[in-house]
């Protein structure tokens, strides 16, 4: 399991730009980033910031749990109809057309973040911006999900990752965002586990090593509530236990 640490940013809303909003971050200066020794963070710029998108038939399979597979709708002008300073609304309101669901941006700021949660984070409770330089040691940005930070180490950047708190999060907006409380469907668990259950069964005609460790993988990211007889029986003839699947 991922080590939980807190992030900190300063306030200074983008020049230009709008105040902060219930629904998209207010582009604030971010930070450094950990590092050791007194070199600067090396970053690799990309497309900034973007307004995470969910829907309620785009899900998967994670570690024994239903995740939904955010979209992300970046912010960036000119990107599927955006306009300078709308903030990712055009892009926003296309994949809303097509059933989307935004999480805000001001979602669940209780939740869990390395070793500490998202309460009080200036731009949004599921992005970090970071600023430091790129390889030419001139002034560069990256946007990133609150689960991911930079290591840095001399000239060399690792990133680290809290998949355990990301999911969570992801977990609590599709029941409270977009299924608004209520439970998941049948429907749903069928779209969420339905592609790991066809692989299992693909793979246990092959019958070699390779397909046995396949069949684990996969079964470890189904929910034990949702794996059915079938999967059970593979399972069984393959010698691998449910207890296993967890390690």
Request: proline content about 8%; some cysteine; aromatic content about 6%.
């Amino acid at each position: 399991m991922a080590t939980r640490a807190n992030q900190t940013t300063s306030p200074a809303t983008e020049a230009g730009g709008a105040g902060p909003s219930t629904s998209v971050p207010a582009f604030a200066r971010g930070s450094s980033g950990p590092s050791l020794g007194s070199a600067p963070l090396r970053l690799r710029g990309g497309r900034g910031p973007w307004t995470w998108m969910v829907s309620a038939a785009k899900l998967g399979c994670r570690n024994g749990q239903i995740v939904p597979l955010p979209v992300p709708a970046w912010h960036a002008p000119g990107i599927s109809a955006n306009i300078k300073g709308d903030r990712g609304a055009g892009f926003i309101g296309q994949l809303g057309k097509l059933g989307y669901v935004e999480i805000p941006h001001n979602f669940a700021p209780d939740s869990a973040c390395f070793d500490s949660d998202r309460a009080g984070a200036e731009h949004s409770t599921y992005l970090q911006r970071w600023v430091g330089v790129d390889i030419e040691g001139r002034p560069a940005v990256r946007w990133s999900d609150a689960w991911e930070r930079p290591m840095q180490l001399g000239h060399i950047v690792q990133w680290e990752r809290d998949e355990v708190g990301r999911d969570a999060f992801l977990v609590r907006a599709l029941m409270e965002v977009v299924n608004r409380g209520q439970p998941l469907s049948g429907a749903q668990v069928k779209l969420a586990t339905q592609p790991l259950i066809s692989r299992i069964h693909a793979e246990a005609n092959r019958a070699t090593e390779r397909s046995r460790l396949i069949i684990m993988q996969c079964a470890r990211h189904l929910p034990t509530e949702h794996i059915p007889t079938s999967v059970h029986q593979i399972l069984k003839r393959q010698e691998i236990d449910l207890p296993d699947l967890t390690q």
